[in-house]
């Protein structure tokens, strides 16, 4: 068996060697450890760092496509590569290499075809109040939306089998961690936690850069879940609120008509017709967003069955130097 550990990077030149220095080469269960790290862009030698400390592979980007993309563009070089279970962790070291083989246990025992580590959010000193009670509430949303029991959603430390990393994608440009949980458990992708530990910070998130801009893209992330992958309960809760709503308010209005032929009270009907209307479209939305999420299932079957039909096409390395993709955009 081959596991593959993948680190997207972003102008890591600097803190990839520390990562990279912890990284095992030997893990109890597999035949061969390799290394692959996502270029994503850019402009400080990531690239030239990540060979000259020993990586196999990297896969380069031109322009700065964002961590989500360069997560699904590891997966997808780690499944070429013939990876049979693929490690995902951060090129900044936050995440202890040597749990890596506590991490993949629950693979290696067939318990599960996600794993991912938890950390012990409450003890870690780098995490602000703000960013902890956020972290906590994205973890209660993804729970409830995937019905997984995962306590740590935001974490990137995590190990996934070929079979899961072809049909996972991200729809969301910021981060994939809550979105890949969501879309394990809507496809019944066996997902389990494992605790790791956590290093001191090199440096600080980049995704973080203000807690204000956490806060909103965080929100914006949360909502965008709901829409996606609850579209149809989404819009008829919207839909049926309105509607309900606007028969309240002609109820009244009726009851003001039957009394004193309701002079005066017209802008209530007008309101409740207002709201009527909103509610039937609303809740019309809501089918339609479920016919688009059945055709987004199908496009994803279609998506994973092409990329079955790829396995057999591997590309090894027969030399044994190092590989390095671009992906030029």
Aim: with cysteine.
């Amino acid at each position: 068996m081959k596991l593959i550990i993948q680190i997207p990077c972003f102008n890591e030149a600097e803190a990839l060697p520390v990562t990279l220095k912890d990284l095992p080469r030997e893990v109890p269960g597999f035949d061969s450890v390799e290394w692959l790290v996502i270029n994503d862009g850019s402009s400080d030698g990531t690239a030239g760092v990540a060979l000259a400390n020993g990586v196999d592979h990297v896969i380069s980007f031109t322009k700065n496509q964002g961590l989500a993309r360069a997560f699904l563009a590891g997966l997808d070089g780690c499944i070429k590569l013939g990876a049979d279970v693929i490690i995902n962790t951060d090129a900044d070291n936050q995440y202890m290499a040597a749990d890596i083989p506590l991490l993949v246990a629950p693979i290696l025992a067939g318990r599960a075809d996600v794993v991912i580590g938890a950390r012990p959010i409450n003890d870690i000193k780098s995490f602000s109040l703000t960013k902890k009670i956020l972290q906590k509430a994205g973890s209660s949303v993804v729970r409830f939306v995937s019905k997984t029991n995962i306590p740590d959603a935001p974490s990137g430390f995590r190990a996934i089998t070929r079979e899961a990393a072809m049909r996972l994608n991200v729809f969301n440009d910021y981060t994939y961690t809550l979105e890949t949980i969501i879309q394990a458990g809507q496809k019944n992708i066996a997902t389990v936690s494992v605790p790791v530990r956590v290093n001191s910070t090199l440096r600080p998130s980049r995704l973080v850069k203000s807690s204000s801009s956490y806060i909103g893209k965080s929100l914006i992330t949360i909502v965008r879940i709901f829409v996606v992958y609850k579209a149809f309960r989404f819009f008829m809760s919207v839909g049926l609120t309105a509607l309900l709503l606007g028969i309240i308010g002609g109820i009244r209005y009726l009851c003001y008509y039957v009394t004193s032929g309701g002079a005066g009270h017209v802008q209530s009907l007008i309101l409740s017709s207002i709201l009527l209307g909103i509610g039937f479209q609303t809740i019309l939305t809501a089918f339609l967003a479920d016919l688009l999420a059945v055709n987004r299932r199908l496009m994803e079957d279609i998506q994973y069955r092409i990329k079955k039909q790829e396995l057999p096409e591997v590309t090894e390395n027969p030399s044994g130097g190092k590989n390095s993709y671009n992906k030029l955009q």
